[in-house]
């Protein structure tokens, strides 16, 4: 049961959470509740309701183990530096039917963790940091109860596209925008690996709309939050969006980072974003493109010469021109020719100008174009601050029903959000599994304990966090580990030698 405490902190909570997060509803799907509602003979014919699945989800497929695990960075062993109070000071958050944040919950053990998941089956979880003493007892530290340490984060959300992309808007997203999200992974991780020398990262899909970033290296984990806004500060380009245009922080000479950053938009550019977004085929997004050209009469002789069709282009230029086009055998699409021709005008007409100042300003325009249509949009805040909450890797999105699976930055591309398995999928798999008359006894056993993920669709994200993120971190958390008790050793013999004098 709930306690009266529990109750209050929950209030107290969702104030906390909103202020933090200003005026965005939480998550939680309306339709989802009234099918919770909805009375037995309702729920047969639409499925099993969201409550049914996610008992199950928490109960056979949640990685409970994997996670407490990471979240534990190896205090949870019995190394003779491990610091046995950890896990019992990080945070966690849960969010109940009826939109209830449950703040400042704490476990000592992945098996506390999974019996309470059990109980209050949330429809989500955020991730908070470790404070100086566990976050139940807080009130019994006061002024001393604060966060000392947390994982870099970083949110990226689609919706801060919506002025750019051409295939949807709000909480659309599929594989034709994804393309703005691979290429911020890609740069982003870049940065994060090669300037700040961080090896831990986590990339997860956030179930909808958007991608999380995790730096869990202890260096990061210590920043404080000032160091913080610095380095988000150091990773934005764009300081907002003005007139349909956006800011950009970028001078004439660019920073190495911006260079080797304008490398991997450059190839995006023209392999991903023109052809898959169509960014140049239909004159509502060419002349939002074109306004950053800051030549009235550049720009209107090429939106005059692409509305009639233009020199070598497909004419009367749109998105089935060019699918037509590319299943002629065309390989390049409508966009990227009319790009390349943009290019080439932006050039010549530099050229032309007596000014060189003037000259540069024209063809850094094209630029400003590629940083302000592909460079990563961050949600700032969500980095700013160590104790932000930050929405679990593997959680259930509560309106998609997506898991919130890993992403291997590497493969940034071929990610499809469309391929994350829903906790319906799921809850399916098991089931077949534990009904399939041709499984082994173990298999059918397996599918009903706690590991029923193995072979399901959720297997192959799990064992890849176990692989490429766990089992690095593990031993980097070791090494940390000795290194303290080597110290503390050096430390006593010290004082055993300072004695002895
Ligand atoms: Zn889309």
């Not at 009234?34 to 014919?45: G, L």
């Not at 703040?103 to 979880?125: E, F, G, H, M, N």
């Not at 100086?132 to 007892?137: A, E, K, L």
């Not at 009319?338 to 290019?343: C, I, K, M, T, V």
């Amino acid at each position: 049961m709930e306690t009266a405490t529990e109750r209050q902190d929950a209030k107290r909570a969702k104030t906390e959470h909103q202020a933090a997060e200003g005026a965005e509803p939480m998550a939680v799907d309306d339709a989802v509740q009234q099918k919770d509602a909805a009375p037995p003979e309702q729920q047969q014919q639409t499925g099993p309701s969201m409550r049914f699945l996610m008992t199950q989800y928490y109960k056979k497929l949640f990685p409970v183990q994997q996670m407490f695990k990471w979240l534990c960075y190896g205090n949870d062993s019995s190394h003779a530096a491990a610091d046995g109070s950890f896990s019992s000071r990080r945070e966690l958050c849960f969010t109940l039917e009826g939109d209830i944040f449950v703040r400042y919950q704490s476990y000592k053990s992945w098996t506390d963790l999974a019996t309470d998941l059990a109980r209050k089956v949330p429809s989500k979880i955020d991730i908070g940091p470790v404070y100086t003493h566990d976050p139940r007892q807080r009130a019994k530290y006061a002024k001393d109860f604060k966060p000392v340490q947390r994982e870099l984060v970083i949110d990226i959300d689609m919706t801060d596209y919506d002025e750019l992309r051409t295939c949807g808007s709000g909480g659309h997203i599929c594989s034709r925008c994804w393309p703005f999200i691979a290429v911020a992974i890609q740069v982003l991780d870049t940065a994060l690996r090669e300037d700040f020398g961080f090896q831990h990262i986590l990339w997860v899909y956030s179930g909808r709309r958007g991608v999380h970033c995790w730096v869990a290296d202890e260096g990061a984990r210590l920043l404080a939050d000032d160091v913080r806004a610095s380095v988000v500060g150091y990773l934005s380009v764009i300081r907002g969006v003005e007139g349909g245009m956006a800011k950009l922080g970028m001078g004439m000479v660019k920073h190495p980072a911006l260079e080797r950053a304008e490398r991997l938009l450059r190839s995006a550019w023209r392999q991903h974003l023109l052809p898959e977004q169509c960014l140049l085929d239909e004159p509502q997004h060419y002349n939002a493109l074109l306004q950053y050209i800051p030549d009235e009469e550049l720009r209107s002789s090429l939106a005059a010469k692409w509305a009639k069709g233009g020199q070598g282009i497909v004419p009367g230029g749109n998105r089935r021109a060019s699918a037509a086009a590319a299943a002629a055998g065309d390989s390049v699409s409508l966009s990227v020719r009319r790009w390349d021709e943009l290019e080439k005008a932006v050039k010549e007409q530099a050229s032309r100008l007596p000014s060189g100042k003037a000259a540069k300003a024209l063809e850094k325009s094209l630029d400003d174009i590629i940083f302000a249509y592909s460079y990563p949009r961050l949600d700032v805040e969500v980095t700013k601050k160590m104790n932000h909450l930050l929405k679990a890797p593997f959680c259930v999105h509560p309106k998609t029903g997506k898991v919130c699976v890993p992403i291997d930055p590497e493969a940034a591309w071929d990610f499809d959000p469309d391929d994350v398995p829903t906790v319906q999928q799921l809850v399916q798999e098991i089931n077949e599994q534990q009904q399939d008359a041709g499984a082994s006894p173990q298999q059918q056993q397996q599918a009903a304990g706690a590991e029923g993920w193995r072979g399901t669709s959720l297997e192959p994200y799990i064992a890849a966090f176990a692989s490429s993120f766990l089992s690095p971190l593990a031993a980097s958390s070791k090494a940390a580990l000795n290194e303290r008790a080597q110290a503390a050793a050096a430390e006593q013999r010290t004082q055993r030698a300072d004695v002895s004098w």
